[in-house]
Every structure is written in structure tokens, then in C-alpha cells.
């Protein structure tokens, strides 16, 4: 996971030092083949589809992302274009389905918390995504400021879950839980004018592992985001 930081940041140091050197050859004049929004950074709030009966949300379920995407204009006016690009997110699920381990045989273990008092309850994935998108956008070369319309899918490769459980009597971390699904993937859509951005996300696959019952059921879970991205450089 380090490796991938460091990438990510000498990624993101290259492209920044050769806009740099771009903007210093051209002396400010208007650049015809400019790239734009390769950089992002987003926060969304994250509503559970498909819960079991008795099963809730409850708190500010989040997910925070950044990352690259390499813009790709496939016009000569470079408004219309592809974006394909790598990077990270965390998802953090508040609800008051209790998830841990048996110490014994490490089978988990899930049960609704009813009655009960405790600080936290929490489950979180932390995802590396991989963004294809199409983009649709009112920029010039010399304009700073225009609408922008990109759709798209999100491939995740889930690498590591974890859930955290609060009381005034015990507060314990499971981390690398066997329960998701390693690869998901929904509907990505980013709209509006400027640097924020309304940004709407739709999963299509089941966010857990087929086979895992809770109550003689399957934990069929989907998650649908709503948020804003920041796009910069």
C-alpha cells in the first residue's frame, strides 16, 4: 500500500512540474493543446441499499476519494473527451450491525445491536479505484471557469476491511476481515460549473460475498454515493 502512495504522489509531482514547465515555454499565451481536471479529490455521503430487516444505518456513513485521471480529448476544441485514471478511497459504514470474530475457529460473527448502548459501531473498506469516464465540458484555453458533464464506471479492487466496535466497557478492531468482494464496480456522474462538483454514484455489485448469511439470509449489499468532487490541474 506505500508503494502505491508513492506512485501516486510522483505521479502527481511530474504533472504538476511539466504544467509548470508548459505555462514558463508558452509565456502565458493561450496553450491549444491544454489538458484539464486530472486531479481530484471528493467527499460523499453513502446510503446502504438492500439491508435486511432490523438491520439500520445510523450516523454519517462517508466515503472520502482522490486520485488521477488522465484526460484524453478526442476533438480539436478538447471539450469532449476520456478520462482514465487510478486511484483511492475509503468507505467508512456506520449501522447497528455488530461485525466480529470467533478467536476460536475465525468464523464471523454478526448480531443487531438492540437496547445497547455504545459510542461506535463501524465497518470500513479502503478501495483502490480504477475511473473510465466520458467527459463533456465548456472549457477554452483561456477559460478557468465552465460546466462540465463526465459519466463513467468505477472498477474497485477491495483490498482491505476492517470494523471497529466502541463502548464504555470495550473497544476492539477487526482488521483484514474476509468479507468483501475483492472486485466491485457501479455508475459514476460528475455535473456542475466551476471546482465543486455534485457527484452521483450507483453500485451495481453486491458489496459482500455471496454465502455470507446474516439471520438465514445473504447479505445482498449495494451503496449508492451522493457527494461533490474537486477537480484541480
Do not use: C
Not at 500500500?1 to 504544467?19: A, E, H, T, W
Amino acid at each position: 500500500m506505500r508503494n502505491f502512495f508513492i506512485v501516486l504522489f510522483l505521479l502527481i509531482f511530474r504533472f504538476s512540474f511539466s504544467q509548470f514547465e508548459k505555462a514558463n515555454d508558452t509565456l502565458h499565451r493561450p496553450d491549444t493543446h491544454y489538458l484539464e481536471d486530472q486531479l481530484y479529490f471528493g467527499v460523499s455521503y453513502i446510503i446502504l441499499k438492500n439491508l435486511p430487516e432490523n438491520l439500520l444505518q445510523n450516523g454519517f456513513s462517508n466515503q472520502i476519494k482522490f486520485g488521477f485521471i488522465r484526460d484524453i480529448p478526442l476533438n480539436e476544441k478538447r471539450n469532449f473527451g476520456l478520462g482514465i485514471g487510478l486511484g483511492y478511497s475509503r468507505d467508512v459504514y456506520y449501522h447497528n450491525l455488530r461485525i466480529s470474530v470467533n478467536e476460536e475457529d475465525g468464523s464471523m460473527q454478526y448480531r443487531i445491536l438492540t437496547g445497547e448502548n455504545y459510542r461506535t459501531n463501524s465497518f470500513a473498506v479502503k478501495k483502490i479505484d480504477f475511473p473510465v469516464e466520458i467527459r463533456l465540458r465548456g472549457s477554452t484555453p483561456e477559460k478557468f471557469k465552465f460546466w462540465r458533464l463526465y459519466a463513467g464506471i468505477i472498477i474497485h479492487y477491495n483490498f482491505n476491511a476492517e470494523s471497529e466496535f466502541t463502548s464504555s466497557m470495550v473497544d476492539v478492531v477487526y482488521k483484514k476481515l474476509d468479507l468483501m468482494n475483492k472486485w466491485t464496480y457501479g455508475l459514476n456522474i460528475s455535473a456542475g460549473y466551476g471546482i465543486w462538483n455534485f457527484n452521483f454514484y450507483y453500485g451495481l455489485s453486491d458489496i459482500i460475498k455471496k454465502g455470507i448469511l446474516f439471520d438465514g439470509k445473504e447479505l445482498n449489499m449495494k451503496t449508492m454515493n451522493l457527494g461533490v468532487v474537486y477537480y484541480f490541474l
